[in-house]
């Protein structure tokens, strides 16, 4: 089976000028009705397909399930990807997740409000489903009820403020906080805010403070905003962008990652996927480190063995997935095998991605670090280097003690209609 789907999947993705849409098609049709796991899998990638009489066919298969196992495959790849293909597959074959919990987030999702008030009127399920989801799935779930603007759905939303050290602020947390300074015309606020975000939120930033046409009174304070502006405007649109992990390390490397977040890794014990990480080949290690980071939040000391793990492929996939600082970049994940680069060079085009990055958490070494990793940016000539400038400028504002600027500040961050109360 396995070597079936394999020749299907090549041409799947063949690349054969004029009959390469038949081609497709006939290995998409060739499947019929999935049996296993594997084909499920082949007909929902094929359902991602650039030609639409692929993902018709993909679509079609996939709305004619029979075991209730892949019908909750399917609905729990929904849950985590997303795809509106999928999605109307899901609502037209009216299938159902054999589990309360995961059946309330997509009748939430697929705005089926009728279905999920019904099933459950008292939140009681929705609730710790939607405490335990990633980030990803929390924003899905927010966006749905928020703009369904049905009354009965006030009961999941609470008020609270709490405070948060300015440099841990998610993406998210950050937005808000932009968003809420704007109404409240606080430019100042935003001002200092430059110092704690991750790349994409010090672009909004900026943009904002942009065009709300404020100058700061102080010298260096209108210096540091015309020159953090002036290198904004240069960033090409699509860097803002969080970069997909699939392009930048490989599809190979990727599905060992992937495989992290199976019903079988999941279900395997902690204890045993720690002696993997320190023993296993380097294929299970990376599993067995994607798999360990969906169940929880790593500690630091786990953090710091994938960094300085003994093999260079686990130690690619710290870069990949956990937040670092600059220096980590060009220095852990060298390979020393023949070949090897061939991994890693495409990691330089997600290179100033990762929420890890804030301007206050440079020191005089990691910004020299940067400055060489820009070196390196420019010569490829990277779109990423007016983001790495942009830290840069902020970075030796706050190291030369220009700006006074408190690297542990905290802000209260206003949950109004944010999170769903546990």
């Not at 009748?107 to 710790?128: G, M, R, S, T």
């Not at 403070?209 to 649109?237: D, F, H, M, R, Y």
């Not at 793990?309 to 600059?326: D, E, F, N, S, T």
């Amino acid at each position: 089976m396995k070597n079936k789907i394999k020749k299907l999947r090549k041409k799947l993705y063949n690349r054969i000028p004029l009959f390469g849409n038949s081609i497709r098609r006939k290995a998409v049709q060739s499947v019929g009705i999935p049996g296993d796991k594997s084909e499920l899998e082949f007909l929902i990638e094929a359902a991602d397909a650039n030609d639409s009489g692929t993902v018709d066919i993909a679509a079609g298969l996939l709305g004619s399930l029979e075991s209730k196992d892949l019908t909750d495959s399917l609905c729990e790849h929904y849950l985590r990807n997303g795809s509106k293909v999928i999605a109307e597959v899901i609502k037209k074959a009216d299938y159902r997740h054999s589990a309360v919990g995961p059946r309330c987030m997509i009748y939430v999702l697929l705005h089926q409000f009728e279905e999920y008030i019904a099933l459950d009127f008292e939140f009681q399920n929705l609730k710790p489903e939607y405490q335990a989801a990633d980030e990803k799935l929390k924003e899905r779930i927010r966006n749905a009820i928020q703009k369904s603007g049905d009354s009965r759905l006030l009961g999941l939303f609470r008020a609270a403020r709490r405070t948060k050290l300015a440099a841990d602020l998610t993406g998210q947390e950050a937005s808000i906080l932009i968003d809420v300074h704007k109404r409240n015309r606080q430019w100042e606020e935003i001002l200092k805010l430059l110092f704690f975000l991750s790349p994409d939120m010090l672009l909004k930033a900026i943009m904002v403070l942009k065009a709300s046409g404020w100058k700061p009174a102080g010298e260096q304070e209108n210096e540091l905003l015309k020159e953090a502006t002036a290198i904004a405007e240069s960033v090409p649109e699509k860097t803002v962008h969080p970069v997909d992990k699939k392009y930048f390390i490989g599809k190979t490397f990727y599905a060992w990652l992937e495989k992290g977040s199976s019903k079988e890794w999941q279900a395997k014990p902690e204890t045993e996927l720690l002696n993997l990480l320190e023993k296993g080949t380097p294929p299970e290690a990376v599993t067995a480190f994607a798999a360990l980071s969906g169940k929880r939040k790593l500690t630091d000391a786990e953090i710091e063995r994938v960094n300085n793990h003994p093999h260079w492929m686990v130690r690619l996939a710290g870069v990949a997935m956990i937040p670092q600082q600059p220096e980590l970049y060009f220095e852990n994940y060298k390979p020393s095998v023949s070949g090897a680069e061939l991994w890693v060079e495409p990691l330089g085009t997600g290179l100033m991605e990762p929420t890890g990055l804030r301007a206050v958490r440079f020191t005089p070494d990691s910004l020299t670090k940067l400055q060489n990793i820009m070196t390196k940016l420019q010569q490829n000539r990277s779109e990423k280097l007016p983001l790495a400038k942009l830290l840069e400028s902020l970075a030796k504002y706050n190291l030369r003690h220009a700006v006074e600027i408190d690297a542990k500040m905290t802000v209260s961050i206003d949950e109004t209609a944010i999170e769903i109360e546990g």
